[in-house]
Nanobody
Framework: QVQLVESGGGLVQAGASLRLSCAASGRTFSSYAMGWFRQAPGKQREFVGAISRSGGTTYYTDSVKGRFTISRDNAKGTVYLQMNSLKPEDTAVYYC??????????????????WGQGTQVTVSS
């Protein structure tokens, strides 16, 4: 079992930065990959990025490359999503998810076994 709790969302203006955190508990954190997804109203859940078990490899969707950075601290059991140069189209509920069997490149929600409750990010223009 894995429990995930996101934090750090909020309301910001376009061009600002936010850092989301996802604290994990349960299974040994370094034993599974992690991903970030987002879901805007009326839209499907969308892959944002993923990170390997060690943190040595990251993978992003094209729309956030160069603006978002995923990192993890295995000693703290926490994964981060640093979001810079935010745009109104980044507005969504952001979720972290645990991929027990992957290697940090899975883009499909069904590949992830555990999910956090989500945190709202709103970017105003």
């Amino acid at each position: 079992q894995v429990q995930l709790v996101e934090s750090g969302g909020g309301l910001v203006q376009a061009g600002a930065s936010l850092r989301l955190s996802c604290a994990a508990s349960g299974r040994t954190f370094s034993s599974y990959a992690m991903g970030w997804f987002r879901q805007a109203p009326g839209k499907q859940r969308e892959f944002v990025g993923a990170i390997s078990r060690s943190g040595g490899t990251t993978y992003y969707t094209d729309s956030v490359k160069g603006r978002f950075t995923i990192s993890r601290d295995n000693a703290k059991g926490t994964v981060y999503l640093q979001m810079n140069s935010l745009k109104p189209e980044d507005t969504a509920v952001y979720y972290c998810a645990a991929d027990l069997y992957g290697f940090g490149r899975s883009t499909r929600p069904n590949d992830y076994e555990y999910w956090g409750q989500g945190t709202q990010v709103t970017v105003s223009s």
